[in-house]
């Protein structure tokens, strides 16, 4: 299980309105033989991904792995499966969806192989997709909840469960190891790539006014090809030179205001900025994602906040190290 939600971290912030989920594929020796994670809304699922790779490494047929759309893997996967699953248990990070949304139910498509085993770190607070538990068992499948991971699962759910009522609001820095974050670039290109994914994904960016001035930024989500978002300048000054780049973004609405109230006509939100951005939204963050660069130098560093905070969960992003944090 533990495999399965450090895989969905690596696309938490990526598949909104969805939430990040993991699943690994175990067989009847102990082994896992395939783990796959839900990669962004509309495309298939973490469970249809870790078995379309699963059949790969049982039959050694390759073929499956062309397949991209979720119910073509489906039913490829239905039509060829052989009964092969019947020994495996699934982990799931999260109950496997019911209903038939977006991409097929990835109850059924359990059920129909035969699986012996599914564990689970969550129910499905989704009142239109839960129900997955007793397809399953319908089908003669044990599931169990796997308690010791229950407060890491929920971890990953709670974007998803946010938005069904406020905005996720996830504030967002980069900062060298003597905690600068000022003087040009900061993160490896790797990290700016998750970065831009998660622009991507995101429906409103919030940055301050003197970061506007002084970095003139874009904040546009280029290195994925991704889509424009609206921009929220954060200001008490409403006067900007209009050359600097996110001004000049077809399709994009830029705001330029004295508070934080247009936030509420968003879900996804996105903030960047430096330490008096980070002080004046601490009320409304629900999650701040920091990346560490193995570096030295510039001036300016985070003093102006005491709270203390958990990290919810790290990894390696090219050269440095990617933190996400919550307010203990």
């Given at each position: 299980?533990?495999v399965?939600?450090?895989?969905?971290?690596?696309?938490?912030?990526?598949?909104?309105p969805?939430?990040?989920?993991?699943?690994?594929?175990?067989d009847?020796?102990?082994?896992?033989?395939?783990v796959?994670?839900?990669?962004?809304?509309?495309?298939?699922?973490?469970?249809v991904?870790?078995?379309q790779?699963?059949?790969?490494?049982?039959?050694?047929?390759?073929?499956?792995?062309?397949?991209s759309?979720?119910?073509?893997?489906?039913?490829?996967?239905?039509?060829?499966?052989?009964?092969?699953?019947?020994?495996?248990t699934?982990?799931?990070?999260?109950?496997?969806?019911?209903?038939?949304?977006?991409?097929?139910?990835?109850?059924?498509l359990?059920k129909?192989?035969?699986?012996?085993?599914?564990?689970?770190?969550?129910?499905?607070?989704?009142?239109?997709?839960?129900?997955?538990?007793?397809?399953?068992?319908?089908?003669?499948?044990?599931v169990?909840?796997?308690?010791d991971?229950?407060?890491?699962?929920?971890d990953?759910?709670?974007?998803?469960?946010?938005?069904?009522?406020?905005?996720?609001?996830?504030?967002?820095?980069?900062?060298?190891?003597?905690?600068?974050?000022?003087?040009?670039?900061?993160?490896?290109?790797?990290?700016?790539?998750?970065?831009?994914?998660?622009?991507?994904?995101?429906?409103?960016?919030?940055?301050?006014?003197?970061?506007?001035?002084?970095?003139?930024?874009?904040?546009?989500?280029?290195?994925?090809?991704?889509?424009?978002?609206?921009?929220?300048?954060?200001s008490?000054?409403?006067?900007?030179?209009?050359?600097?780049?996110?001004?000049?973004?077809?399709?994009?609405?830029?705001?330029?205001?004295s508070?934080?109230?247009?936030?509420?006509?968003?879900?996804?939100?996105?903030?960047?900025?430096?330490?008096?951005?980070?002080?004046?939204?601490?009320?409304?963050?629900?999650?701040?994602?920091?990346?560490?660069?193995?570096k030295?130098?510039?001036?300016?560093?985070f003093?102006?906040?005491t709270?203390?905070?958990?990290?919810?969960?790290?990894?390696?992003?090219?050269?440095?190290?990617?933190?996400?944090?919550e307010?203990?």
């Amino acid at each position: 299980m533990q495999v399965a939600i450090d895989s969905a971290w690596e696309f938490q912030g990526l598949t909104f309105p969805n939430p990040a989920v993991g699943c690994s594929v175990v067989d009847q020796h102990g082994k896992i033989i395939a783990v796959g994670v839900h990669e962004k809304a509309g495309e298939p699922h973490a469970e249809v991904n870790a078995l379309q790779m699963a059949y790969s490494q049982l039959t050694d047929d390759s073929s499956i792995l062309l397949l991209s759309d979720s119910a073509q893997i489906h039913d490829f996967l239905i039509t060829n499966h052989n009964n092969m699953f019947s020994e495996c248990t699934l982990y799931v990070t999260l109950e496997p969806c019911a209903h038939h949304g977006k991409t097929p139910s990835c109850a059924l498509l359990i059920k129909v192989l035969g699986v012996k085993k599914v564990f689970i770190g969550q129910k499905d607070p989704n009142e239109e997709a839960a129900g997955g538990i007793e397809l399953l068992e319908e089908g003669g499948c044990e599931v169990a909840m796997v308690d010791d991971c229950a407060e890491r699962a929920q971890d990953l759910l709670k974007p998803f469960v946010t938005w069904q009522c406020k905005p996720y609001v996830t504030y967002k820095w980069a900062q060298r190891l003597d905690g600068t974050i000022d003087g040009g670039t900061i993160s490896s290109h790797l990290s700016r790539i998750h970065v831009h994914a998660m622009r991507d994904c995101s429906d409103l960016i919030v940055i301050g006014g003197e970061t506007v001035r002084n970095d003139r930024p874009t904040l546009d989500a280029r290195l994925v090809d991704g889509k424009v978002c609206d921009v929220l300048v954060y200001s008490r000054q409403h006067k900007f030179d209009q050359t600097i780049p996110l001004f000049n973004v077809e399709g994009r609405n830029v705001f330029i205001e004295s508070s934080l109230e247009r936030l509420k006509n968003y879900k996804n939100i996105l903030i960047e900025g430096g330490p008096s951005m980070f002080e004046a939204t601490k009320d409304v963050v629900d999650a701040y994602l920091c990346f560490v660069a193995p570096k030295s130098g510039g001036t300016i560093r985070f003093t102006n906040s005491t709270f203390e905070m958990r990290t919810v969960h790290s990894k390696t992003s090219g050269d440095d190290t990617l933190m996400w944090l919550e307010k203990s």
